[in-house]
T-cell receptor, first 112, second 115 residues
Framework: SQQGEEDPQALSIQEGENATMNCSYK?????LQWYRQNSGRGLVHLIL?????REKHSGRLRVTLDTSKKSSSLLITASRAADTASYFC????????????FGSGTQLTVLP | KAGVTQTPRYLIKTRGQQVTLSCSPI?????VSWYQQTPGQGLQFLFE???????NKGNFPGRFSGRQFSNSRSEMNVSTLELGDSALYLC??????????????FGQGTRLTVV
């Protein structure tokens, strides 16, 4: 079963704009990871944030984690057409650190 | 270093047949997990192997099985294929050490079509 839900399900923006995706989950976690998937291909690991971290940056990516609200957000700044993909959050629970539970994903379309 | 390698990339099988998928993890990684991705159910965890032992198992029927070899390579087997088994099967590799920092890296997947 899906651990969480992602919001929005689909997002369409212009190149250069920022894109924000949200992820909610249900149980306590060890960490939360964000992945990108291009059109039915493999998942590309973007960033991992631990449960004791609140914010993390990697290039144009900024991830926040609020464990009290059981939610996370992924911000992509200055979007490019190449960012067009599906984005998934995945959580790892205590005691099952290598068993990831995925959200339903956000389909991001960046228009040139 | 080389990433996660899954073979084959595409498979077409007939209902009732069985299939074996292969995954070679990143060098040095001892944990291999398998996931099924379908449009209806999304990404679902199948099972995880660490040091040749199954450590976690998802909610899938016994037709789905796997194993891991001493070199950490893993195989997944599905017997008596059903149409609903058509999916993208993804393998993830992680170092398997530690619980707070277990990044999982995925292969390109095997697209299985059951006809």
């Amino acid at each position: 079963s899906q651990q969480g839900e992602e919001d929005p399900q689909a997002l369409s923006i212009q190149e250069g704009e920022n894109a924000t995706m949200n992820c909610s989950y249900k149980t306590s976690i060890n960490n939360l990871q964000w992945y990108r998937q291009n059109s039915g291909r493999g998942l590309v690991h973007l960033i991992l944030i631990r449960s004791n971290e609140r914010e993390k940056h990697s290039g144009r990516l900024r991830v926040t984690l609020d464990t009290s609200k059981k939610s996370s957000s992924l911000l992509i700044t200055a979007s490019r057409a190449a960012d067009t993909a599906s984005y998934f959050c995945a959580t790892a629970r205590p005691g099952s650190a290598r068993q990831l539970t995925f959200g339903s994903g956000t389909q991001l379309t960046v228009l040139p | 270093k080389a990433g996660v390698t899954q073979t084959p990339r595409y498979l077409i099988k007939t209902r009732g047949q069985q299939v074996t998928l292969s995954c070679s993890p990143i060098s040095g990684h001892r944990s291999v997990s398998w996931y099924q991705q379908t449009p209806g159910q999304g990404l679902q965890f199948l099972f995880e192997y660490f040091s040749e032992t199954q450590r976690n198992k998802g909610n899938f029927p016994g037709r789905f099985s796997g194993r891991q070899f001493s070199n950490s390579r893993s195989e997944m087997n599905v017997s008596t294929l059903e149409l609903g088994d058509s999916a993208l099967y993804l393998c993830a590799s992680s170092s398997g050490t530690g619980f707070m920092n277990t990044e999982a890296f995925f292969g390109q997947g095997t697209r299985l079509t059951v006809v």
